[in-house]
């Protein structure tokens, strides 16, 4: 079994004359390789067509359109926020003055009530 | 390069004159810087009690934000940029209990002390036992102008704070009567 198999290793690896023709073949297929290379244009060349995407005017405006979205985000957000904060401090402020001139109306309404001597602010201050 | 070196009776004489020095700065009267805002007890227990609660902290930045948001052609909010031009915080807490006196006395008494300093005058005490109603009015006033008031007024079951910090216009303050929803006290006249 094994002498079979030894015998199909040498028979399959002999060493075979590759012939004449076959250095003319292999240059003569080197030489078409590399003048079908020469003759494609290179990316930067003008003939060069690229794909609309990859062109470099794209990735600038791409990357330009990209930061300016990010900007007008950071921009509304950032409105959002103050308007949101705004509308909040004024709610606040119309909220303090109503409990301050509720405890102003009631300041007065229990010195006009008290029978005590008491003092009222001079407005004129 | 000569140093000179001091006497251990010199170096001390220098401390105690710093220290002296430094007493005698912080016990300067401060009744010249207006007022800032009073330091108010944490009253975040009295929320949880309380039926209402108003706790508004106003600064001068939100005070300013606020202000850009007020609309000027509404009467009430007109008034409100008036009044509150040339302030710098306004502090209110107010709270309405459903049961009496829910609220811890010794913290009036603690914001009483606080008013009870040169700089501030106590312009209004009205003490209602029967009704139990106490109100006090403290204004800070430099050169002629307001520029601090704090209003205490406590009941049986509602006790308020307000503080006013910045320069206030009494008049402007007056006429918040009958202004947000607060009816306006009838003036009685003289016979």
Request: hydrophobic share 40%; net charge positive; charged share 20%.
């Given at each position: 079994?094994?002498?079979?198999?030894?015998?199909?290793?040498?028979?399959?690896?002999?060493?075979?004359?590759?012939?004449?023709?076959?250095?003319?073949?292999?240059?003569?297929?080197?030489?078409?390789?590399?003048?079908?290379?020469?003759?494609?244009?290179?990316?930067?060349?003008?003939?060069?067509?690229?794909?609309?995407?990859?062109?470099?005017?794209?990735?600038?405006?791409?990357?330009?359109?990209?930061?300016?979205?990010?900007?007008?985000?950071?921009?509304?957000?950032?409105?959002?926020?103050?308007?949101?904060?705004?509308?909040?401090?004024?709610?606040?402020?119309?909220?303090?003055?109503?409990?301050?001139?509720?405890?102003?109306?009631?300041?007065?309404?229990?010195?006009?009530?008290?029978?005590?001597?008491?003092?009222?602010?001079?407005?004129?201050? | 390069?000569?140093?000179?070196?001091?006497?251990?009776?010199?170096?001390?004489?220098?401390?105690?004159?710093?220290?002296?020095?430094?007493?005698?700065?912080?016990?300067?009267?401060?009744?010249?810087?207006?007022?800032?805002?009073?330091?108010?007890?944490?009253?975040?227990?009295?929320?949880?009690?309380?039926?209402?609660?108003?706790?508004?902290?106003?600064?001068?930045?939100?005070?300013?934000?606020?202000?850009?948001?007020?609309?000027?052609?509404?009467?009430?909010?007109?008034?409100?940029?008036?009044?509150?031009?040339?302030?710098?915080?306004?502090?209110?807490?107010?709270?309405?209990?459903?049961?009496d006196f829910v609220y811890?006395q010794?913290?009036?008494?603690?914001?009483?002390?606080?008013?009870?300093?040169?700089?501030?005058?106590?312009?209004?005490?009205?003490?209602?036992?029967?009704?139990?109603?106490?109100?006090?009015?403290?204004?800070?006033?430099?050169?002629?102008?307001?520029?601090?008031?704090?209003?205490?007024?406590?009941?049986p079951?509602?006790?308020?704070?307000?503080?006013?910090?910045?320069?206030?216009?009494?008049?402007?303050?007056?006429?918040?009567?009958?202004?947000?929803?607060?009816?306006?006290?009838?003036?009685?006249?003289?016979?």
């Amino acid at each position: 079994m094994s002498e079979e198999l030894e015998k199909g290793l040498r028979q399959a690896l002999r060493p075979v004359d590759p012939g004449e023709r076959f250095t003319d073949g292999v240059m003569a297929r080197a030489g078409a390789q590399e003048s079908a290379r020469l003759e494609r244009p290179q990316p930067d060349s003008p003939g060069h067509a690229r794909p609309w995407g990859h062109t470099p005017m794209w990735r600038w405006l791409s990357g330009a359109a990209a930061a300016i979205l990010i900007v007008v985000l950071v921009v509304h957000t950032q409105q959002v926020r103050h308007t949101r904060e705004g509308l909040a401090a004024r709610q606040a402020l119309i909220q303090a003055l109503q409990v301050t001139a509720k405890s102003l109306e009631f300041a007065k309404r229990a010195v006009n009530d008290s029978n005590a001597p008491s003092r009222v602010p001079d407005s004129g201050a | 390069m000569a140093i000179a070196r001091k006497h251990p009776t010199h170096r001390a004489a220098t401390i105690c004159l710093g220290l002296f020095l430094a007493l005698a700065l912080s016990a300067m009267p401060v009744s010249a810087a207006p007022p800032g805002p009073l330091k108010l007890p944490n009253f975040d227990a009295l929320s949880g009690k309380a039926r209402q609660s108003v706790v508004v902290t106003l600064d001068s930045s939100l005070l300013s934000l606020a202000a850009g948001f007020l609309d000027s052609s509404s009467p009430d909010d007109a008034a409100a940029k008036q009044i509150i031009s040339g302030l710098t915080g306004i502090y209110v807490r107010s709270y309405t209990f459903d049961s009496d006196f829910v609220y811890p006395q010794s913290d009036v008494d603690a914001l009483r002390r606080q008013v009870s300093t040169p700089s501030w005058q106590h312009v209004v005490e009205v003490r209602n036992k029967g009704d139990q109603e106490n109100v006090d009015i403290y204004m800070s006033v430099e050169q002629g102008r307001a520029n601090g008031l704090v209003v205490i007024a406590s009941e049986p079951r509602e006790f308020t704070i307000v503080n006013i910090v910045g320069s206030i216009d009494l008049q402007k303050l007056q006429r918040l009567s009958g202004k947000f929803g607060i009816p306006k006290l009838p003036v009685e006249k003289s016979k």
